[in-house]
């Protein structure tokens, strides 16, 4: 018996190792793309790359580019990326100035659901005005999101997984194994869980068109592949069952449990798979191996609970024994839960103050409210009447019954935690909330009045890429205004101006869409009002635009409501953390090891705490290699490529990094975090990690990649003009 308390602790704390905080759901979302979103373009892209939240299943998911007359200018089939499997592109013809629509479509290799979204972005003219046309609205007619249906499934899946678990756990631990009890648990569970995976074979087949894709679902995809794992442990599990329902004699208990506790865990194995933990691009492994513990430690917990008191119903005189040996795992389990959940928590939630405006900041309140109700009762049984039933060694009747009572309430209240999670998991947190779908809105209205006219325009969202303009004209009714103009000029002369035809739309109301506005800063809008009597008016009506480019979702990297260093921590970075505080733990315990289980105990402790330390060293400086490290810059860095660099750098750069690359550009506040200064950071790191950074931009932070707009030599120039710049010890 202690044996087993100690294998699981050990198999706990191996797999603490790997704790990661499960990213809550976020499908297939569009999380950054390239050229980016509402980008306006000097020159034409030859491929546009979209980067996911999720691996992509690439039977399924797909990117087109549409000009203003919704023709494709993608040429052959969607490209996937071996290294990269949340990554998609397509090449596109060479593009005119104008405005493109990306459409893009998904399904998600991690949880099977598909999703479609668009955006749009701009090739500007050639003296850089914003070109004519707009993007278009396309019909998207594949079903999105995941239905309420799905998350109520997906809930009681768990609950049912959580349960057998604990009953596999509880024929085990107790002497004599009191698996007739358990039996109809397990059998219910089962029958519970095969219902549900065949629920979400089915939809996921309908999701896709009709049931005839039960097959792609099964068979052609990474989800799919786990659910068919599911699949064969719940059947093989659901025979054995039946066989010891059947022949009661034949089947020996301890096998059955046996078989049951593989199964039970490859059961796990392919729920937590296909969590979203698994969704983190190449983390996956850790993501799943953290999922799974997670999951392991509430089916010990709780599901041991309720199995638990099932089991002690018939047999009372062993209580206190049972309760002690089983507070001895959970206990193991309780605090790694804690702060698992707490570290998920502060990940998922980028202000405390958006909490309550989205439904999952609302149900994630309710989970800390009963989350507090299930850790008080749980404090209560285990520091207040467990001790005191042991003390009474069990014959105080009172006191048995409250504490009956109170475990069935701790049970009760973790059953409600895990259907929560579940439902939880199911909604976009706000960390992962897709931004290219909630625009921002500056809408603008200015009135002007020139001599007997009087006009105000509207600007429509006001922001950087596609706009309407609607002027609304009072005029005398015996000189009416017959034609608009818009003309746009951009602060910078250089830019513009562009001068554009608006359409009539009746009741004195003059409209144009498109993407006029190709740049943030401020822009003057003239209007050219044609009269009736030939005597033409000009009014202007100036405006600051804004970049409607937003942060990516992927918030979880910018270290959520108390802004954890984990913007700069790897899986790595957080694997070598784990690695040290259960090492550390190790050694701290081994006394106390020692004195409970003996002194092999002990030397496994002494074996795990050094271990620990090996796997931390080992991530924190072998596996990581910072991108781009070992690049060696093949551009000289000779005053020719500076200038080429410094040129490069006031067109594409400023805007974020400001002129003095101070990191305080008009754009660096729309930013998550304003961009770092360079003078400050450039000296510290190598042109390798500068190029790279260059190139694939920085994940999580607004810098963007400028791998297709800019050449491999456009930019070294641009590291050797930041080297020249901002690193006093660079010498040309
Ligand atoms: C949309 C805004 C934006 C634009 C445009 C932009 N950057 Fe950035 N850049 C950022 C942000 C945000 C960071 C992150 C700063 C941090 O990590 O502290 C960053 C970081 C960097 C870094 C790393 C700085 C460091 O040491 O941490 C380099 C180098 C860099 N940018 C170069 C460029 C170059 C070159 C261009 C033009 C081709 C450019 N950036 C354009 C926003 C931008």
Not at 209 to 212: K, Q, R, V, Y
Not at 433 to 437: S, V
Not at 634 to 637: D, G, R, T
Not at 652 to 658: L, M, Y
């Given at each position: 018996m202690t044996r087993a308390v100690a294998v699981l602790l050990a198999v706990a704390a191996v797999l603490a190792v790997w704790l990661w905080p499960q990213s809550a759901d976020a499908h297939a979302l569009l999380a950054r793309a390239d050229p980016p979103v509402n980008a306006s373009l000097r020159e034409s892209p030859t491929l546009v790359t979209l980067f996911m939240t999720e691996q992509l299943q690439r039977t399924h998911s797909s990117v087109q580019v549409l000009d203003s007359a919704a023709q494709r200018r993608d040429i052959g089939e969607t490209e996937f990326s071996d290294e990269v499997p949340t990554q998609m592109g397509v090449r596109v013809l060479k593009l005119e100035p104008g405005v493109y629509t990306v459409v893009w479509e998904t399904l998600s290799e991690v949880d099977g659901h598909t999703w479609t979204g668009s955006y749009v972005f701009s090739v500007l003219n050639q003296d850089g005005s914003a070109p004519s046309g707009s993007g278009i609205a396309i019909d998207l007619d594949r079903p999105g999101p995941p239905v309420a249906a799905d998350a109520v499934v997906k809930a009681i899946g768990l609950a049912a997984l959580v349960l057998f678990v604990g009953a596999v756990l509880i024929g085990w631990l107790l002497r004599p194994s009191p698996l007739p009890t358990l039996l109809p648990l397990m059998a219910g569970t089962l029958a519970i869980a095969i219902a549900g995976t065949a629920y979400e074979s089915i939809a996921g087949a309908l999701r896709l068109?009709?049931?005839?894709f039960l097959g792609d679902v099964l068979f052609d995809s990474r989800n799919g592949l786990w659910l068919q794992q599911r699949w064969y442990a719940l059947i093989l599990a659901a025979l054995a069952l039946s066989a010891r329902l059947i022949w009661p004699r034949s089947v020996d208990s301890r096998m059955l449990l046996r078989l049951l506790a593989v199964l039970a865990l490859a059961w796990l194995a392919s729920t937590s798979a296909v969590s979203h933990g698994a969704a983190i691009g190449s983390g996956w492994i850790w993501g799943t191996l953290f999922d799974a513990l997670h999951l392991s430690l509430v089916a010990v917990w709780i599901g041991g609970l309720a199995s638990l008191i099932l089991a002690l119903k018939d047999r009372p005189e062993v209580r206190v024994e049972a309760v002690r040996r089983f507070s001895l795992v959970a206990a193991a389990s309780v605090p790694v839960l804690f702060a698992a959940g707490l570290l998920s928590a502060l990940i998922q939630i980028p202000d405390v103050g958006g909490l309550v405006d989205t439904d999952w900041g609302l149900v994630f309140i309710v989970k800390v409210v009963v989350l507090l109700a299930l850790f008080s009762a749980a404090a209560t049984n285990a520091f207040l009447l467990r001790p005191r039933d042991a003390d009474s060694d069990g014959q105080d009747e009172d006191l048995a019954r409250r504490f009956r009572r109170m475990m069935r309430i701790e049970t009760a209240l973790g059953l409600v935690v895990i259907v929560v999670s579940a439902v939880l998991t199911q909604l976009p947190s706000p960390a992962s909330?897709?931004?290219?779908?909630e625009q921002k809105d500056n809408t603008v209205v200015e009135t002007v009045a020139r001599g007997d006219v009087v006009v105000s325009l509207e600007i429509s969202p006001n922001l950087v890429g596609f706009n309407t303009w609607t002027a609304t004209v009072d005029a005398p009714s015996d000189n009416p205004v017959e034609d608009l103009l818009l003309r746009f000029r951009y602060q910078d002369a250089a830019v513009g101006p562009v001068t554009v035809n608006t359409t009539p739309i009746g009741d004195g109301r003059f409209q144009l869409e498109g993407a006029y506005f190709g740049l943030p800063g401020d822009w003057t809008v003239e209007m050219e009002l044609r009269r009736a009597s030939g005597d033409d008016l000009v009014a202007a009506v100036r405006t600051s635009v804004e970049s409607g480019y937003q942060a990516s979702p992927f918030a979880a990297d910018r270290g959520g409501a108390l802004a954890l260093p984990l913007t700069q921590m790897d899986w790595n970075g957080v694997g070598a953390l784990w690695a040290l505080i259960v090492g550390g733990l190790a050694w701290i315990n081994r006394p106390n090891l020692r004195d409970r289980f003996g002194p092999r105990v002990a030397d496994g402790a002494f074996v795990g705490a050094v271990l620990g330390l090996i796997v931390a060293v080992v991530l924190l400086t072998g596996l990581h290699v910072e991108p781009g490290r070992t690049l060696a810059n093949?551009?000289?860095?000779t005053a020719d490529s500076v200038e080429r660099g410094s040129a490069l750098f006031a067109a594409?750069?400023?805007?974020?990094?400001?002129g003095t690359g101070a990191g305080d550009g008009p754009l660096a506040y729309s930013l998550p975090a304003p961009p770092a200064n360079f003078t400050i950071h450039v000296p510290f790191h190598p042109d390798g990690v500068l190029y790279a950074w260059i190139t694939d931009g920085i994940r999580g932070t607004g810098m963007p990649g400028w791998s297709p707009q800019l050449s491999d030599q456009e930019r070294w120039d641009l590291v050797n003009y930041l080297r020249a710049n901002f690193d006093p010890l660079a010498t040309q």
């Open positions: 068109g009709d049931i005839g909330a897709q931004p290219e779908i093949p551009v000289a860095l594409n750069c400023v805007s974020c990094h400001g």
